[in-house]
C-alpha cells in the first residue's frame, strides 16, 4: 500500500508562486510513476504533470507548461510541484496520484491518490 499526502496550498496573488509537495509512504516509491491533477469548483478533475519512476520524463497539460514544473525526491518519497506565474484559473483542489505501470497521465489509470490540497490563486 502506498499512501500519499499534499501540502503547500494556500491563498496566492495572480503572478505569484507555490511549492506544492506530496509526501509518499509504503514500500517501492521509487517505481511508480507519479502524477499532479487539479480539480477546479464546479469542473471535472483533468490531468496536470506528471514524472516517471526515475524522473527522466515528464509531461504537462497544455495550460501549465513553461510555468510549472514537476520534479522528484526519491531519497525524501517527494514529489514537488513549483508553480509560477498563477492565474485565477489555476485554483483547484491539487492533488497527488501514484501509477505503478503507467505513465501517471491518466486519472484513470492512478492506483493510489491523496486527498488534495486546496490553491486559490486572486486576481
Known amino acids: 500500500q502506498v499512501q500519499l499526502v499534499e501540502s503547500g496550498g494556500g491563498l496566492v496573488q495572480a503572478g505569484g508562486s507555490l511549492r506544492l509537495s506530496c509526501a509518499a509512504s509504503?514500500?517501492?516509491?521509487?517505481?511508480?510513476?507519479m502524477g499532479w491533477f487539479r480539480q477546479a469548483p464546479g469542473k471535472v478533475r483533468e490531468f496536470v504533470a506528471a514524472?516517471?519512476?526515475?524522473?527522466?520524463?515528464?509531461n504537462y497539460a497544455d495550460s501549465v507548461k513553461g510555468r510549472f514544473t514537476v520534479s522528484r525526491d526519491n531519497a525524501k518519497n517527494t514529489m514537488y510541484l513549483q508553480m509560477n506565474s498563477l492565474n485565477p484559473e489555476d485554483t483547484a483542489v491539487y492533488y497527488c496520484?501514484?501509477?505503478?505501470?503507467?505513465?501517471?497521465?491518466?486519472?484513470?489509470?492512478?492506483?493510489?491518490w491523496g486527498k488534495g490540497t486546496l490553491v486559490t490563486v486572486s486576481s
Open positions: 496520484a501514484a501509477d505503478r505501470y503507467g505513465l501517471a497521465t491518466d486519472e484513470y489509470g492512478m492506483d493510489y
Open positions: 509504503g514500500r517501492m516509491f521509487s517505481n511508480y510513476a
Open positions: 514524472i516517471s519512476w526515475n524522473g527522466g520524463n515528464t
